[in-house]
């Protein structure tokens, strides 16, 4: 079945500094999407991509859907300690619902 | 809005207790899962459901039951808890919107140990 894999798994940053997580997917996705999870807390969607190419910008954010559909990244500019968490791409699977990244878990330091 | 209710929010079983875990949204959503998170794994599907009355099997399904009554209701049946079943279990509901299901409203989770 459709498997997703991240990398890197942890990223320490200083505040400032940028962080980028990248997505990969074994079969060609429809969409995708991303959620962040904060230490203790439950996922929150932040976007779905939808068409080959898509790049989309949520204030320091930046989204990107590759080409070929089965590769995704996530940019944060000048990281800042509330962006701490862990970050989940996730691939449509099983009907409509998603099947989810291992996840890339963020610390910054201030 | 209430969203996503997931109860309780922890609970200790005995191996080889059964007991429920409860999900109820109030969003009208068709669709409402049931994922488990153990550390360095993400999430996993459990089961899903895509209407009242719908239900089928995810990833990682064994030792799990599940039924859909009601739109609003989605509970998990552990039906003889294993030490395997220590995790958090989040409950989610999303609706289906142009290109399928869009974004997951997930619950606050319930933190499950099995002694």
């Known amino acids: 079945g459709q498997q997703v894999m991240q990398i890197p798994q942890y990223q320490h940053v200083q505040e400032g500094e940028d962080f980028t997580t990248y997505c990969n997917s074994s079969t060609t996705l429809s969409n995708i999407q991303w959620y962040k999870q904060r230490p203790g807390g439950h996922p929150v969607f932040l976007i779905q991509l939808v068409k080959s190419g898509e790049v989309k910008k949520q204030k320091r954010l930046t989204f990107q859907f590759g080409e070929a559909k089965k590769n995704s990244s996530l940019h944060i500019t000048a990281t800042q300690t509330t962006d701490v968490g862990t970050y989940f791409c996730?691939?449509?699977?099983?009907?409509?619902?998603?099947?989810f990244g291992p996840g890339t878990r963020l610390s910054v330091l201030p | 809005n209430a969203g996503v209710t997931q109860t309780p929010k922890f609970q200790v079983l005995k191996t080889g207790q059964s007991m429920t875990l409860q999900c109820a949204q109030d969003?009208?959503?068709?669709?409402m899962s049931w994922y488990r998170q153990d550390p360095g794994m993400g999430l996993r599907l459990i089961h899903y459901s895509v209407g009242a009355g719908i239900t089928d099997q995810g990833e990682v399904p064994n030792g799990y039951n599940v039924s859909r009554s009601t739109t609003e209701d989605f509970p998990l049946r552990l039906l003889s808890a294993a030490p395997s079943q220590t995790s958090v279990y989040f409950c989610?509901?999303?609706?289906?919107?142009?290109?399928?299901?869009?974004?997951?409203?997930f619950g606050q989770g319930t933190r499950l140990t099995v002694v």
């Open positions: 989610a509901s999303s609706y289906v919107g142009a290109v399928g299901s869009t974004e997951a409203f």
């Open positions: 969003m009208n959503h068709e669709y």
């Open positions: 996730a691939g449509p699977n099983y009907g409509q619902n998603f099947v």
